[in-house]
């Protein structure tokens, strides 16, 4: 019999421990899927974050390293300078990727480290309960913001596509979303090209995900994903900020 | 020879005290002695006053640093100013004269002076008045032979700069026979 | 025999290094280390190694993390505010059990301090520097050939021990130049890097560096695997130097550029016929307890000289576990004690003593 749908050989045969209706499982799996199609697991080091993703070197299969609270893209430039034929992959939330590790990340841009950063934005901090993220949206409520996101005393939401567009090393910036088959389908080719872009030594790649946290939005998963589509995707449209090899926004 | 002597360099940033410095230790290196070469430092790069301190031994050394100096190289008013007074007595100094338009008042030390500045461009040997003044401060006190010094002087240059051997060599040469 | 050079302390470290097969080099600007970036800098191209001047001290001692998590043999500078900066990095590097190199040439402070010659960093070497349950294997060289062997065995010992290894220099050791050599270069047998993160080539399970432990009884037991191998660090590594000790009646305690002040004063101290004495720490972590507790047998005083406020002092006191009175006289903030500053301390106590 034809096997139509199997777990792939990335992601190890364990439970996650993400909340219901959290879309990390299924940026997981899309992250997997490349490694597979790509037959690279057995040279991919993944450097995972501090955040909900903090275990998921308990999840990939390759090799992995547990980076301090926003350091992995630094950490991941160490392993690809040691090691430059291997993969590495950082895998980052809002809080550890626009935050506290903000330096990092631009430098890797700036460096054009041939790295891919997986950059998984659900807008507010998930482990610690739900603060505010540098990418909360204004108005946004969350336990650090319980008035709502005022722009004037706590800031604006960081664009991080657009931002890491402008730097000489990026090689490719794209911003996608998991709301919809479709768009899941989108997700994977940006991811895989992300990945084929360091395969091809052509600098740092970056894919941000719209991802949903119905635990702290206090949603319904269902209600989250479509939150993800309205609220979110307005202020973080959707869309290739750049492509050293092909079209741009489109 | 004491069994110790200590060396204080210094001028204006820019001048060559650090490399003059160089030179006495490779100098001393090359006697089988024991050295150590110590420089100031800060932001200072250039036209501040720099200094370094020197010290050859037979005997392991201790400090590195030099706070009474058995001979001292002043290249501008501000060094001498600084490490006159803390020349050993029967402690040599070498002052550019040049730059120096003072005279010491200390009866304890020998002072010589000469124009290493002026001299280093009369000659053609702009840079130069770190070499006249070490050549003046060997023939006064002879802490090494002008071999060593020049074997010294061949080991503290980097291969780049190896065509300005014979430069420094006259120049030390012209300190050391100035006044002849 | 090998010609000997002059070297700065700064670039004699940095050549230890890469004969010690480092290739990988991470930092950022501070002085008075500088020099030894820019000898890596020079260099490390030419070897096709990596010298990477990082954004941050921060994200430099992150890429330690990951060059060492890879198998590398790799090494990161700087200076005490630096140091401070790598500190996040240096807890998870132990935690994570990586092994790395790390130099601190100190320099005064607290805050931005200074940039002269200090070494008011010994609590921060010796304690921490970062959070959690830790030590650094912490090596104090008092030379420019001393920071060359020491080096060859920094490389060898974290990765023996699989931790981190700080070589605490001072801006005075790191400036000066000294003769060096660099034959004899020690070898010790060295375990596999098995457990490194380099790809598993579908030939094994996958490696995970990590330090995380969610569960208590787990982070206990991990902190106690680490913990064993401090104690075997602590019988086999902990090294000084006693120089005239034997027969000390006052026998002074130093590391590093004080302990060079003391030989001195030490000489002068006998020249006037005070039985005087130096013990030398050359690991400072693990202190050399045991060595200091045997000359409490014949000493009647402990005078612990420093660069500092007073630190390394306590782990006397606690060494002679205060079987003998300890004196401490130290000089601050870039401020070199002279060693007739030290003699007349010398002179004071021997005065009392008698």
């Given at each position: 019999m034809a096997v139509v749908f199997e777990r792939p050989?990335?992601?190890?045969?364990v439970d996650t421990h993400?909340?219901?209706?959290?879309t990390h499982g299924v940026i997981h799996r899309l992250v997997a899927e490349v490694i597979d199609e790509l037959e690279c697991e057995g040279r991919t080091v993944a450097v995972v974050p501090?955040?909900?993703?903090?275990?998921a070197y308990d999840y990939f299969a390759c090799d992995a390293i547990e980076a301090p609270h926003g350091r992995a893209p630094a950490v991941a430039t160490g392993v690809k300078r040691a090691l430059p034929d291997r993969v590495v992959f950082t895998y980052q939330g809002d809080g550890d990727l626009?935050?506290?590790g903000t330096a990092e990340t631009v430098h890797v841009g700036t460096r054009g480290e041939n790295i891919t950063v997986i950059f998984v934005n659900?807008?507010?901090?998930?482990?610690?309960?739900?603060q505010m993220a540098?990418?909360?949206?204004?108005?946004q409520v969350t336990q650090t913001s319980p008035?709502?996101?005022?722009v004037k005393t706590q800031g604006n939401p960081i664009r991080i596509c657009e931002m890491m567009a402008?730097?000489?090393?990026?090689?490719y910036a794209a911003r996608v979303s998991v709301d919809s088959p479709k768009a899941i389908g989108e997700a994977k080719r940006a991811i895989k090209k992300a990945f084929q872009y360091q395969l091809e030594g052509r600098g740092l790649s970056i894919v941000e995900v719209l991802s949903s946290c119905p635990t702290n939005w206090g949603m319904s998963p269902t209600e989250a994903l479509e939150w993800v589509r309205t609220e979110m995707q307005g202020y973080y449209p959707l869309g290739v900020y750049k492509d050293v090899g092909g079209e741009e926004n489109v | 020879m004491s069994k110790t002597q200590s060396f204080i360099l210094s001028g204006f940033?820019?001048?060559g005290l650090l490399f003059a410095g160089k030179v006495i230790a490779y100098a001393g290196l090359h006697d089988g002695r024991e050295v150590s070469w110590l420089p100031s430092y800060g932001?200072?790069?250039?036209?501040?006053t720099a200094n370094c301190t020197v010290v050859l031994s037979?005997?392991?050394?201790?400090?590195?640093?030099?706070?009474?100096?058995d001979l001292l190289m002043a290249l501008n008013l501000p060094s001498f100013d600084r490490f006159e007074r803390l020349v050993v007595p029967g402690g040599v100094a070498v002052v550019d004269s040049s730059l120096v338009e003072r005279r010491s008042e200390r009866t304890d030390i020998a002072v010589y002076y000469i124009p290493a500045t002026k001299l280093a461009n009369e000659r053609g040997l702009h840079g130069g008045a770190n070499m006249i003044a070490l050549g003046k401060l060997l023939r006064e006190t002879?802490?090494?032979?002008m071999e060593t010094l020049l074997e010294g002087l061949k080991k503290s240059m980097p291969a780049r700069k190896e065509h300005l051997y014979p430069y420094n060599v006259q120049a030390i040469e012209l300190g050391y026979h100035y006044g002849e | 025999m090998s010609e000997k050079l002059l070297m700065k302390g700064n670039e004699a470290v940095a050549e230890a290094a890469i004969r010690a097969g480092c290739r990988h080099f991470f930092g950022y600007p501070i002085t008075p280390q500088t020099e030894l970036s820019a000898y890596m800098a020079k260099r490390m191209p030419k070897i096709g190694g990596t010298f990477l001047q990082a954004e941050s001290e921060v994200a430099a001692i992150n890429m330690v993390l990951g060059a060492g998590a890879a198998g590398a043999r790799v090494m990161t500078s700087s200076s005490s505010p630096g140091i401070s900066l790598k500190s996040e990095g240096l807890s998870y590097i132990v935690g994570s059990e990586v092994p790395c190199v790390v130099m601190n040439v100190q320099r005064g402070?607290?805050?931005?301090?200074?940039i002269q010659p200090a070494q008011s960093d010994y609590f921060q070497a010796t304690r921490g520097?970062?959070?959690?349950d830790m030590h650094l294997i912490v090596l104090a060289p008092a030379s420019v050939q001393e920071m060359v062997d020491l080096c060859y065995d920094a490389f060898d010992l974290a990765d023996l021990y699989r931790n981190p290894v700080m070589i605490l220099a001072d801006g005075m050791l790191g400036q000066m130049m000294e003769p060096v050599e660099f034959e004899n270069q020690p070898h010790r047998e060295l375990p596999e890097?098995?457990?490194?993160?380099?790809?598993?080539q579908n030939r094994r399970p996958h490696n995970v560096i990590n330090s995380?432990?969610?569960?208590a009884p787990e982070l206990e037991a991990h902190v106690r695997d680490i913990f064993k191998k401090y104690e075997t660090i602590r019988e086999k590594e902990s090294r000084c130097e006693a120089y005239l000790?034997?027969?000390?009646e006052i026998l002074l305690v130093a590391y590093g550029a004080a302990a060079r002040l003391c030989k001195n004063a030490v000489k002068m101290a006998r020249e006037r016929g005070v039985r005087a004495g130096l013990l030398r720490p050359i690991t400072l972590w693990p202190f050399p307890e045991r060595q200091l507790f045997s000359?409490?047998?014949?000493?009647?005083a402990f005078l612990t000289v420093e660069?500092?406020?007073?630190?390394?002092v306590e782990d006397v006191k606690l060494a002679s576990q205060f079987r003998v009175p300890t004196y401490f006289y130290g000089r601050t903030g870039g401020v070199i004690p002279t060693p007739e500053e030290i003699l007349e301390q010398i002179l004071k106590i021997a005065g009392g003593a008698r």
């Open positions: 050989h990335a992601l190890l045969d993400y909340c219901p209706g959290c501090v955040g909900c993703a903090v275990m626009a935050a506290i659900n807008a507010i901090y998930g482990m610690t309960g739900g540098p990418t909360t949206l204004p108005g008035y709502g996101r005022d402008t730097l000489s090393g990026t090689a | 940033g820019g001048q932001p200072e790069m250039r036209g501040g037979d005997e392991p050394i201790g400090s590195p640093m030099v706070g009474r100096p002879g802490f090494v032979s | 402070g607290p805050g931005l301090g200074g520097p970062g959070h959690g890097k098995s457990w490194a993160t380099n790809g598993h995380l432990y969610l569960k000790a034997d027969d000390a000359h409490t047998e014949h000493t009647k660069m500092s406020m007073g630190q390394m």
